[in-house]
């Protein structure tokens, strides 16, 4: 069954008939009304309590065991603590966000209430997506804020690095791109548990083994997996970055293999990549299918 036609707005008393809010409005409408549905949701106290847990984990072990070589210097901290923990809340919040951000309405059938009004499916799924984004950021920066808090009562307020802060513009960008690939795997089902368990499984396990399938047995770069880019990240706070292609070799010089680093452009591109192709097809997909 095809999507409804929207009623025809009536004709106000002066003959005129009222004009529709633009697209863009209307995004912004439908993403005030999904963010206020999330700060009152069970998922988003899920999500600050995951925060809340890795941030506490950080600081016990780092107030227990007081590691020499990460509290050399700031940018030992903040690279080692933040470069390793956002990327896996940014993980988190793209599953638990962006999941079924899609599935959902076909699931919970609020779809078919939505697309009878008069409003664009692509207004509806850029709202979803800048819903999703907003919640998403207030997860990250409350992991930021953890850290800081850490970094100032070791380092003092002074010692905050700049290389935080492009740190955290790189993380941005990242979750972007996670939150397009989460809306594109969305869009593909139709029943929220089929979308969510999915997404899980790629972000939090499936990439992973995959980038190391394709290392170590078709031995190339694995640059179409947006894992790869995520050590992006932490090239802020690195004196010296990383060697794009890496050979180990054994004590007598026999080749045990070959690891691959993404270089800043070709990382930052990898997650813009993913951000245009992946939302850009989640909305193609959101266009074409019919609520039957």
């Known amino acids: 069954m095809a999507t409804a036609s929207p009623t025809p707005a009536a004709p106000a008393a002066d003959g005129i008939a009222p004009r529709l809010p633009s697209s863009v409005i209307q ?5 005030r009304y999904q963010f206020r549905d999330y700060l009152y949701s069970r998922r ?35 690279g080692s603590l933040w470069a390793g923990g956002v990327p896996i809340v940014i993980v988190f919040a793209g599953v638990i966000f962006g999941g079924d951000a899609i599935a959902g309405e076909f699931q919970n059938r609020t ?3 939505l697309m009878g009004l008069p409003v664009r499916r692509a207004a509806v799924y850029a709202g979803k997506y800048l819903a999703a984004l907003a919640a998403s950021l207030i997860a990250v920066l409350v992991f930021a804020l953890i850290l800081v808090g850490n970094g100032v009562f ?10 935080f ?40 396990f499936g990439f992973g083994i995959l980038q190391s399938v394709v290392t170590d ?10 894992s790869y880019a995520s050590p992006v990240i ?17 004590a007598t010089g026999a080749v045990l293999g070959t690891s691959y680093n993404p270089t800043y452009l070709e990382g930052i591109g990898i997650m813009f990549g993913y951000f245009l192709l992946t939302a850009i097809g989640g909305l193609v997909l959101f266009e074409r299918e019919e609520f039957a």
């Open 234 to 250: 932490g090239y802020p706070f690195a004196s010296t970055l990383p060697a794009h292609v890496v050979t180990h070799t054994s």
């Open 27 to 31: 995004s912004l409408r439908l993403a």
């Open 165 to 204: 802060v492009a740190s955290l513009l790189i993380a941005c960008v990242y979750l972007l791109a996670l939150l397009g690939a989460t809306f594109l795997f969305s869009s593909m089902f139709k029943t929220s548990t089929y979308a969510v368990l999915v997404v899980a499984v790629l972000f939090i």
């Open 44 to 78: 988003f106290v899920l999500m600050l309590s995951i925060v809340a847990a890795l941030g506490a984990i950080f600081t016990a072990l780092v107030g227990y065991f007081r590691p020499a070589g990460l509290l050399a210097a700031p940018d030992v901290f903040y």
């Open 154 to 163: 070791y380092f003092g307020a002074d010692a905050l690095p700049l290389a």
């Open 217 to 226: 047995l078709a031995k190339i770069e694995p640059w179409f997996i947006i």
């Open 111 to 113: 779809g078919y209430f």
